[in-house]
């Protein structure tokens, strides 16, 4: 039976480090804060800003929420995100995607100060990602190397397969692999001989974003699989890109969702902000 990488119990270990840590500034007198704007009413972000908020509250994180309405002009978020730019009080500014259409999200992006730009999505952290500079980390692929870190599951050496090419999760993994001495190979929907690239993988991270798409054909037996996709299926039920039931027989090591990549991600959030007051 293969090791289940437990996200939960992992992502709580690094919110109780946050803690103390948050605790320690607090005694010196400072304050860490995190300005979360939502725009609209998205079920699935109504969710996240809430997770995030509750992440925010136990840690010590102090929480500005800006919930503006589905007309909100371009023009106006614009001004606010200056706004919070401009605070000194304010470390950390998160705009939640997705937008409503009517808004562009790269301007939105770009308009937030590197300096506060705790999703790590900026082209300068970008940038120091690429070339191994200081900077925030997009908190998916950061999570990922912390699961695998403190699972004591081996990085350096190994050849790890990404099947995705997002700027937010699939190229920002394998640079991250990369820092950590892995051989990397980057894969997606229009890879030739997927199958055969996957089944040379020690650590095969999906990110395709098609529910149970990585089947046991994918993997060769002993991999570690990491599991970032979340779909919700019929019923309710929740799914990975990996279909677990197949997958989990041939493997060492997997993430399950839900529970494993996903609370992660707010974790790593929780610790940018955190980190931010000495960047």
Same mark, same amino acid.
């Given at each position: 039976?293969?090791?289940?990488?437990?996200?939960?119990?992992?992502?709580?270990?690094?919110?109780?480090?946050?803690?103390?840590?948050?605790?320690?500034?607090?005694?010196?007198?400072?304050?860490?804060?995190?300005?979360? /704007?939502?725009?609209?009413?998205? =079920? !699935?972000?109504? @969710?996240?800003?809430?997770?995030?908020?509750? #992440?925010? %509250?136990?840690?010590?994180?102090?929480?500005?929420?800006?919930?503006?309405?589905?007309?909100?002009?371009?023009?106006?978020?614009?001004?606010?995100?200056?706004?919070?730019?401009?605070?000194?009080?304010?470390?950390?500014?998160?705009?939640?995607?997705?937008?409503?259409?009517?808004?562009?999200?790269k301007? /939105?992006?770009?308009?937030?100060? =590197? !300096?506060?730009? @705790?999703?790590?999505?900026?082209?300068?952290? #970008?940038? %120091?990602?690429?070339i191994?500079e200081?900077?925030?980390?997009?908190?998916?692929?950061?999570?990922?190397?912390?699961?695998?870190?403190?699972?004591?599951?081996?990085?350096?050496?190994?050849?790890?397969?990404?099947?995705?090419?997002?700027?937010?999760?699939?190229?920002?993994?394998?640079?991250?692999?990369l820092?950590?001495?892995?051989?990397?190979?980057?894969?997606?929907?229009?890879?030739?001989?997927?199958?055969?690239?996957?089944?040379?993988?020690?650590?095969?991270?999906?990110?395709?974003?098609?529910?149970?798409?990585?089947?046991?054909?994918?993997?060769?037996?002993?991999?570690?699989?990491?599991?970032v996709g979340?779909?919700?299926?019929?019923?309710?039920?929740?799914?990975?890109?990996?279909?677990?039931?197949?997958?989990?027989?041939?493997?060492?090591?997997?993430?399950?969702?839900?529970?494993?990549?996903?609370?992660?991600?707010?974790?790593?959030?929780?610790?940018?902000?955190?980190?931010?007051v000495?960047?």
């Open positions: 039976m293969a090791y289940l990488i437990d996200g939960k119990k992992i992502s709580q270990e690094i919110k109780d480090e946050l803690k103390e840590k948050t605790a320690e500034y607090e005694k010196k007198g400072t304050n860490v804060t995190l300005a979360v /704007i939502q725009v609209g009413e998205d =079920p !699935a972000s109504s @969710v996240y800003v809430r997770n995030k908020k509750n #992440a925010c %509250a136990y840690i010590g994180i102090h929480s500005l929420a800006y919930e503006l309405p589905q007309e909100t002009t371009q023009e106006e978020l614009l001004d606010l995100i200056h706004q919070l730019n401009s605070r000194e009080d304010v470390n950390g500014i998160l705009c939640q995607l997705p937008l409503p259409k009517h808004i562009d999200e301007e /939105i992006i770009h308009a937030i100060a =590197p !300096a506060k730009d @705790v999703d790590g999505f900026h082209p300068q952290s #970008a940038g %120091a990602l690429m191994g200081n900077g925030f980390l997009p908190c998916t692929p950061a999570g990922i190397i912390q699961l695998l870190k403190r699972s004591d599951i081996k990085i350096e050496g190994k050849h790890c397969v990404v099947i995705g090419r997002s700027n937010i999760v699939g190229k920002p993994m394998a640079m991250l692999m820092r950590e001495n892995a051989t990397v190979t980057v894969a997606h929907s229009k890879t030739e001989n997927l199958k055969e690239i996957c089944r040379q993988a020690d650590i095969l991270i999906a990110a395709i974003g098609k529910p149970k798409y990585i089947t046991d054909e994918y993997v060769k037996e002993g991999a570690v699989v990491i599991d979340i779909h919700r299926m019929e019923g309710k039920k929740l799914c990975g890109d990996v279909d677990f039931e197949k997958v989990e027989p041939h493997v060492s090591a997997i993430t399950p969702v839900p529970g494993g990549v996903g609370p992660m991600t707010i974790a790593m959030l929780m610790s940018n902000c955190v980190n931010s000495d960047l």
